[in-house]
């Protein structure tokens, strides 16, 4: 099994509607993110956390909102989905040692 | 803001040969950390290499290994005998040492690394 799992691995939706995109992972990392991934843009930080009751605004956070459940769940919530943000999403933890690991992407489609 | 930029869009190299992907940044601080991650046609992001900027020798692995140029806030990453297992996109990412790195990485936008048979 993956140390960091993400669900859906695939998403089409429709303009305005909410949807949660969930992490988990096994690894006991206390620090965990969201990232989201355009062509040509790179990846993006829109949220991370250091532990369950510390949650952080990243670049692009506008448009988005988290929930840290525990230690080893992180979720990413899109209120109303817009078309512009349609992409792909990680989730990464990390311990002190600063590498990420990620989880194998959430593709999201809003139409 | 620390920004990393990576100026080759797109790359390409013959089996076997060797080729170098640029990657620079831009930070005010004297400890960091440098990595270079890939992303597969399978989209895992894995980590290639790292480098730790109070180190003075470039990070090695394998086919893989860096140029980092302090001094220069440059961090390139040169692969020998390409294979073609090595066609993915290319990340270069940065993080500060202080504050324990806890706000991620900053990435590159990517090149995209084409191998010819």
């Known amino acids: 099994d993956a140390d960091v799992t993400q669900t859906p691995r695939n998403r089409i939706t429709k303009t305005g509607k909410r949807i949660m995109l969930e992490c988990s992972q096994t690894?006991?990392?206390?620090?965990m993110y969201w990232y989201r991934q355009d062509p040509g843009l790179g990846l993006r930080l829109i949220y991370y956390?250091?532990?369950?009751?510390?949650?952080n605004k990243g670049e692009i956070s506008d448009g988005y909102s988290v929930s840290r459940q525990a230690q080893a769940k992180f979720s990413l919530s899109l209120e109303s989905a817009i078309p512009n943000q349609t992409a792909l999403y990680f989730c990464a933890t990390s311990d002190r040692d600063r590498e990420l690991f990620f989880g194998e992407g959430s593709r999201l489609t809003v139409l | 803001a620390q920004t990393v930029t990576q100026s080759q869009p797109e790359m390409s190299v013959q089996e076997a040969e060797t080729v170098t992907l640029s990657c620079t940044y831009d930070?005010?601080?004297?400890?960091?950390?440098l990595f270079w991650y890939k992303q597969p046609p399978s989209r895992q992001m894995i980590l290639v290499i790292r480098?730790?900027?109070?180190?003075?020798q470039n990070a090695t692995e394998n086919r893989f290994s860096v140029n980092f140029q302090k001094a220069a806030k440059s961090f390139s990453l040169k692969i020998s005998d390409s294979q073609l297992g090595d066609a993915a996109m290319y990340f270069c990412?940065?993080?500060?040492?202080?504050?324990?790195?806890?706000?991620?990485?900053?990435f590159g936008k990517g090149t995209h690394l084409i191998i010819q048979p």
């Open positions: 480098q730790e900027a109070y180190k003075q």
């Open positions: 956390s250091f532990d369950v009751k510390d949650i």
């Open positions: 690894k006991g990392h206390d620090r």
């Open positions: 930070t005010s601080e004297s400890d960091y950390y």
């Open positions: 990412a940065y993080t500060m040492y202080s504050g324990g790195g806890a706000d991620g990485l900053t």
